[in-house]
């Protein structure tokens, strides 16, 4: 408890910010008066309370499962690259180049295939949240095993140490602090990714109901899903930060 | 001290005509040119040069890390090529793994020998209260001093249980009192367990106050045998023999010795 104290006042200027942007808006919004374009923060708060039931019972355990799937593949496949291109220069300048490439393709022009590849299966927006995720966990895991000291290798290697210990017991280790960094990024993208592909084709979830909203012209419903979002993405950051500090805790000391 | 007596030694490691050079694009620069050398058992062996001398290749070669082109590198009169896992290494910076507790680097060599997890707790804890790091077995390297860290980059290369140990300018970053201090208890830990050591440094003074002998090396390519002086200090030896007269002459004669070579270049 005193230490979430602390914590608040530690961010207080931050609170104060976003306290005083609020009450920008629902001042600005009350006096333009039209809902339908710009919807006051508290309209949107009573329309989140309103559709409580569809929104938390449906769409978010929807586009959640979509995240956590998604990321999941992520962490499998960037990892997974990242090891295979450190393994050697050939592989390295074999997949790299194809790695960035895949970051060129507008992702909003493909994701309709993926629609037609995967129908409207979850697999189609789960394929766009991994072609978005991947990328940075890949990249930053990548550099984490180069960074490995030297030193470190050659001095396991005089203990007798194999190849498999090599890995495990430092460039593993090394490249750890790295990984999470790519997978802070991956997450907050992850949500971005997930309801890009609930937009072109969906039957649920936030993204979804979002757009749905919009054909409505209920600028709160559009809203209301989007601060769900945005704070499930806020979430997941906390939780892999969580995750972080348990599993690098000799930093913290 | 009866195990000093080194005329019925035996060869522990020696270098028989071995020749390497590095390859830098296209270029090979010879390090060393049919070398010979040898180290006894038990014997405390300094090699001193300055940056730049072909020390660090020196431990390299020695430690298998690198092979010599040609000429062979013996283990107690045998060709041992595969010698990585055979010599216990000290590296200059401790090269603690910062993400591992003092405990737990300590374990690092007998995780890779395989020995079982309960066993190697107990060595490692026995060795700890030996060394007087009782008490420091949860700390990570970055709390620690930076004297106290080489005690555990110390520990470990003797937990690594190899017989010869390479000592790579181990205090050369240290503070001048901790340093001292450090040569102290490094010649009580040489006693203590019993090593053949072959140190590197490129001060003149710790080469003396340490060794048996000391191996000069200077700008490399370096050439067939290795210039040595005897140490003639009596052990165990304390802070007092610094400043004895024998301790002074053969200072200055290293230090005549080391320039004379350096401008014969």
């Known amino acids: 408890m005193k230490k979430l104290m602390t914590n608040i006042f530690y961010y207080g200027s931050s609170l104060v910010l976003v306290s005083l942007l609020l009450i920008v808006w629902e001042v600005g919004a009350r006096i333009y008066d039209k809902a339908y374009i710009l919807p006051s923060p508290s309209g949107i708060l009573v329309k989140l309370w309103e559709l409580r039931q569809v929104l938390f019972y449906v769409h978010l355990p929807a586009t959640l499962q979509i995240v956590v799937i998604g990321l999941g593949i992520s962490m499998i496949v960037g990892g997974g690259l990242a090891i295979f291109m450190n393994r050697s220069s050939f592989t390295e300048r074999t997949f790299f180049p194809l790695v960035i ?39 930053s895991t990548f550099d984490g095993l180069r960074s490995t000291s030297k030193e470190l290798q050659d001095l396991l290697l005089t203990m007798g140490a194999s190849k498999r210990q090599l890995f495990f017991k430092v460039q593993v280790p090394s490249a750890l602090p790295y990984f999470y960094s790519g997978l802070k990024v991956a997450v907050t993208l992850s949500v971005i990714g997930a309801a890009i592909g609930e937009w072109l084709g969906a039957s649920k979830g936030l993204g979804y109901f979002s757009r749905r909203m919009m054909t409505q012209m209920d600028g709160a419903g559009v809203f209301a899903p989007i601060v769900l979002l945005s704070m499930m993405g806020i979430c997941l950051f906390l939780l892999v930060k969580v995750f972080e500090n348990i599993s690098i805790k000799w930093r913290n000391k | 001290m009866k195990k000093k007596d080194k005329s019925h030694s035996h060869s522990h490691l020696a270098f028989d005509h071995v020749s390497f050079s590095y390859k830098h694009s296209d270029k090979f620069t010879s390090v060393f040119d049919n070398i010979n050398l040898t180290i006894h058992e038990k014997e405390f062996v300094t090699i001193l040069g300055p940056s730049g001398a072909g020390k660090s290749t020196f431990f390299r070669l020695a430690s298998g890390l690198e092979q010599p082109e040609s000429g062979h590198i013996r283990l107690r009169d ?21 993400w591992r507790t003092v405990l737990e680097n300590g374990l690092l060599p007998l995780e890779i020998k ?4 309960k066993e190697a707790r ?27 860290r080489q005690r555990v980059s110390f520990l470990r290369a003797i937990l690594g249980g190899n017989e010869i140990l390479l000592l790579d300018e181990p205090f050369s970053a240290l503070d001048s009192m901790t340093r001292y201090m450090m040569q102290e208890w490094l010649l009580e830990q040489w006693h203590e367990w019993d090593k053949t050591i072959i140190f590197i440094t490129h001060d003149v003074e710790e ?8 191996l000069m090396l200077t700008h490399p390519p370096i050439k067939g045998e290795i210039d040595e002086v005897n140490v003639p200090i009596s052990r165990p030896r304390n802070e007092e023999h610094r400043s004895d007269a024998a301790f002074m002459k ?16």
Do not use: C
């Open chain 1, 101 to 139: 490439a895949s970051q060129t393709i507008p992702i909003i022009a493909l994701a309709p295939i993926f629609v037609l590849w995967f129908g409207y299966s979850i697999w189609s927006k789960v394929a766009v949240t991994v072609l978005i995720t991947f990328f940075p966990i890949t990249v």
């Open chain 2, 78 to 98: 045998k060709e041992e090529r595969h010698r990585l896992g055979k010599i216990g290494y000290m590296p200059q910076q401790d090269l603690l793994l910062p």
């Open chain 2, 114 to 117: 395989g020995m079982n997890k």
């Open chain 2, 122 to 148: 107990e060595k490692v804890l026995h060795h700890m209260k030996k060394f007087g790091l009782l008490g420091t077995e949860d700390h990570y390297p970055h709390q620690l001093s930076g004297g106290m």
């Open chain 2, 207 to 214: 080469a003396i106050f340490l060794s048996d002998r000391v």
């Open chain 2, 250 to 265: 053969l200072k200055q004669d290293l230090l005549k010795k080391m320039r004379s070579k350096e401008r014969s270049l």
